[in-house]
């Protein structure tokens, strides 16, 4: 099961890049029908779309998660459980963060094709929100994943190329509410403000369009 979730885990960590938006050639857009209620159980603002520095969390050098750490499995440090563990390593993470010398706390990213869930612990403290972003459109790559592709605006284009630069090597989680979109690594910095984030689920990418939508009908 473990060697199952890690792979998943491992696949997902892949699929989910924000990088510079060269598109593939047959990306094309999505027709939305989902309101973000419909989605996410309660109506959503810009602001509810968030970018956190994910930190690196030594888990396996905390006794707190021994028991769903696999030491047989090299690579990366993560804490990966079945949906029906999740409250009970939410608890031990809650005790993990309040040790930590920055504030954070533990979010969970849905593992790709299963029933499990990856632990992350992320920064309090946003870098940037969905205020950031001018346009935002619902697509689906030419991989064939659901991603949202965003511009920020002119301020915020110059803030993400800092952040990025300063990520490189690390992950961002994209956050709505507290859910974990994606986490992707940075692999260099982003200039020009154009970015894509890939999600776990086209309701969801549509749903995040929408918000966007209606805010820059607003303006």
Request: overall charge negative.
């Amino acid at each position: 099961m473990k060697n199952t979730i890690l792979k998943s885990t491992l696949l997902l960590f892949c699929l989910a890049t924000l990088s510079a938006c060269h598109q593939a050639p047959k990306e094309k857009a999505i027709e939305c029908h989902v309101t973000p209620a419909e989605v996410f159980g309660c109506d959503l603002t810009p602001q509810d779309l968030q970018f956190h520095s994910v930190m690196d969390a030594d888990f396996r050098g905390s006794h707190l998660f021994d028991e769903w750490m696999n030491p047989e499995v090299e690579g990366p440090n993560f804490v990966c459980v079945a949906s029906t563990d999740t409250a009970a390593v939410a608890t031990k993470a809650a005790e993990f963060c309040q040790n930590l010398d920055v504030e954070a706390r533990a979010c969970w990213q849905k593992v790709k094709g299963e029933e499990a869930f990856e632990l992350l612990i992320i920064a309090s403290a946003p870098l940037l929100d969905g205020t950031s972003i001018s346009e935002a459109t619902a697509t689906i790559s030419g991989w064939g994943d659901p991603q949202l592709n965003i511009v920020f605006n002119d301020v915020a284009a110059k803030e993400w190329k800092a952040i990025t630069a300063d990520h490189v090597g690390k992950r961002i989680a994209i956050t709505v509410k507290d859910q974990v979109l994606s986490a992707p690594t940075i692999m260099g910095e982003i200039d020009g403000g154009k970015s894509s984030v890939v999600g776990p689920a086209e309701e969801e990418i549509c749903a995040l369009s929408q918000i966007f939508n209606r805010q820059q009908a607003a303006q």
